[in-house]
């Protein structure tokens, strides 16, 4: 099990290292600070956890997305 906390400080702090620009934009979007530093936080907790079971470096791992297939 992988805790991290969602904090705003440390969630901004990894923004500018860890998010690509996409990323950030969607940061913006979010109208509340909780569910902002709750995406950056989710984001960058992935990348620390997929980095150390692929043994590469977290700030060079970069994710794509689909749409949804409802339309949501």
Do not use: K
Request: charged share 30%; proline share 3%; with cysteine.
């Amino acid at each position: 099990m992988w805790l991290f906390r969602a904090e705003a400080e440390f969630a901004y702090a990894a923004a500018d290292i860890v998010l690509d620009e996409g990323e950030r934009a969607r940061v913006e979007a979010f109208w509340f600070e909780r569910d902002r530093a709750r995406y950056v936080v989710a984001h960058h907790a992935l990348r620390v956890v997929l980095a150390a079971v692929l043994d590469r470096c977290r700030a060079f791992l970069r994710f794509c997305g689909n749409p949804c297939p409802g339309g949501w």
